[in-house]
Nanobody, 115 residues
Framework: QVQLVESGGGLVQPGGSLRLSCTAS????????MGWYRQAPGKERELVAA???????NYADSVKGRFTISRDNAKNTVYLQMNSLQPADTAVYYC?????????WGQGTQVTVSS
């Protein structure tokens, strides 16, 4: 069972930045796709950004140009750099890893954007 551990969440003012990290208990190169999802109160979980094992990326329209997903295979870690944060970005952010027949989730990290 792969474990994913997120870190880097917190409280930030509008316009600020945060970098989330997701570290896996084994090689992330075995994952076809690694991604970040978020869930705000009363809303469904949604995809924020994803990166394939070949580093192809995909972003939700709401975060394009502000968020960047990247991976460091040597550290078994995926990052989400979040810039120009807005109150609408407030949510619990979850790391996800997928490979054939398996889907893994982290425990989530809270991001709150407020003045």
């Amino acid at each position: 069972q792969v474990q994913l551990v997120e870190s880097g969440g917190g409280l930030v003012q509008p316009g600020g930045s945060l970098r989330l990290s997701c570290t896996a208990s084994e090689s992330i190169f075995s994952m076809n796709v690694m991604g970040w999802y978020r869930q705000a109160p009363g809303k469904e979980r949604e995809l924020v950004a994803a990166i394939t094992r070949f580093s192809t990326t995909n972003y939700a329209d709401s975060v394009k140009g502000r968020f960047t997903i990247s991976r460091d295979n040597a550290k078994n870690t995926v990052y989400l750099q979040m810039n120009s944060l807005q109150p609408a970005d407030t949510a619990v952010y979850y790391c996800n890893g997928q490979r054939p027949g398996s889907n893994y989730w982290g425990q989530g990290t809270q991001v709150t954007v407020s003045s």
